[in-house]
């Protein structure tokens, strides 16, 4: 599923407009991840959490030339999903 296949779900099972739905699901993506960018994380109960993850700095190797290179740290994204969903995965 792509995100205008989410958007058609959205508006069919809810009975708004898929211009209404395209507008709830970019709101829920955007603040999602403006949450994120200040630092905290999303509770979804039954669904998952969404955080941020630090990465160290580490050493790598480029694969053509077998050059040692550094790699930066940085924030990752995370997602976990909660029992609810996983439940209905399985």
């Known amino acids: 599923m792509n995100k205008n296949d989410l958007i058609s779900a959205v508006s069919d099972s809810s009975g708004i407009s898929k211009a209404d739905a395209t ?14 960018q200040s630092g905290n994380e999303v509770r979804l109960v039954g669904f998952g959490t969404f955080s941020v993850a630090q990465r ?8 053509r030339t077998g050059e040692a290179i550094q790699i ?16 209905a995965v399985n």
């Open 23 to 36: 507008k709830a699901v970019d709101s829920v993506f955007s603040n999602i991840t403006g949450s994120l």
């Open 56 to 63: 160290k700095a580490t050493t790598g190797r480029n694969p």
């Open 72 to 87: 930066k740290a940085s924030k990752q994204p995370k997602f976990k999903a909660g029992k609810a969903l996983k439940d």
